[in-house]
């Protein structure tokens, strides 16, 4: 899931503390592993682990710098959200899965967007652009593996969930299942392929407002959303579009139907979001 965007914050500012050198912080940032009895990618249970004392620590900055992005057409936020410069060897070794198709960081197809070009227009023309998560927060690479290469959405859905419950951000990923009627979706099954998803987008989104046309532009949250935890629906429906973009539109609602979409407390208050 393109997830809540204090989140992504937050988690930048682990990065940052980090300096891109996973293992040495005081945060306990952890590597992914490559399994190399079949060739395919393993991401470990601990990827994110001690990204929750950064969140605790930078709370309230956090807080203060989301406040004020809407004043400043987020140009504070972008400095947390994307990864800044070029892949290079180094950090394909972080994630070695990122810099081969379909996301091939490194460029070496020529095909990889600059982040203006994605502010104007995140799909490719032949539509989703998996090539849009080598600009995104590293503590999203593990999800994209999941969602985009293993087409395990399972697995992203226990990558999302882990990230939900260590950051403290329930309620805004709750907030999005339920006002994006995800809930209610039974298209999307669990061998539900990336095409398939982008002909569900297709119709649920179509025309020149559509997912097609929408540009890499995250919600900022209001200071009533911040004191709330939650997204609006219009949040909540520009997510979506972010979603079919990037190709994780069926994945989230894997994540949704098999966490929050059950649980009572949120299915009480989200009622009215149910039917």
């Given at each position: 899931m393109?997830?809540?965007?204090l989140?992504?914050?937050?988690l ?5 503390e980090?300096n ?6 005081s ?8 399994d190399?009895?079949d ?5 470990g249970?601990?990827y994110a682990e001690?990204y ?11 807080l203060?710098?989301s406040?004020?992005?809407?004043k400043?057409?987020s ?6 959200l994307f990864v800044s ?13 990122m810099?081969?198709?379909?996301f091939?960081?490194l460029?070496?197809s020529g095909?990889?967007?600059?982040m203006?070009?994605?502010?104007k227009?995140?799909a490719?023309p ?7 998560w080598?600009?995104a927060?590293p503590?999203?690479?593990p ?11 399972q697995?992203?859905?226990?990558i999302?969930r882990?990230?939900s419950i260590?950051?403290?951000y329930e309620?805004?990923?709750a907030?999005y299942c339920?006002?994006s009627?995800?809930c209610?979706n039974?298209?999307v099954?669990?061998n539900?392929?990336i095409r398939?998803?982008e ?6 989104f179509?025309?020149p407002?559509?997912?097609r046309?929408?540009a890499?532009?995250f919600?900022v949250p209001?200071s009533?959303s911040?004191?709330s935890?939650t997204w609006?629906i219009a949040?909540a429906?520009?997510i979506?579009?972010l979603a079919c ?8 609602i ?10 009572d407390f ?10």
């Open positions: 393109l997830t809540a965007l989140l992504l914050a937050v930048q500012l682990c990065r940052s980090c891109g050198k996973c293992g040495t912080s945060y306990g940032c952890a590597n992914s592993s490559c190399s009895t060739g395919s990618y393993a991401v249970a601990t001690g929750a004392a950064a969140f605790l620590q930078h709370h309230h900055e956090l203060k710098r406040s004020n992005a809407s400043d057409n140009e504070v936020l972008d400095r947390f410069g070029p892949w290079d060897e180094a950090r394909c070794a972080q994630a070695p899965w810099c081969t198709a379909p091939d960081c460029n070496n095909r990889l967007e600059t203006q070009e994605l502010k227009k995140l490719k032949t539509g989703i652009n998996p090539q849009s080598c600009h927060n503590t999203q690479w999800a994209g593996l999941q969602c985009i290469v293993n087409q395990d959405l697995g992203y859905a226990a999302m882990q990230c260590e950051y403290h309620s805004y990923d907030s339920f006002l009627e995800h209610q039974d298209q099954a669990l539900t392929s398939e998803a002909a569900m987008c297709d119709e649920q179509p025309g407002q559509g997912w046309s929408v890499l532009d919600p209001s009533s911040i004191a935890g609006t949040d429906h520009q979506e579009l973009a990037t190709g994780s539109y069926h994945c989230d894997i994540y949704c139907r098999e966490t929050y979409c059950q649980m949120y299915k009480e208050k989200y009622k009215d979001f149910a039917l």
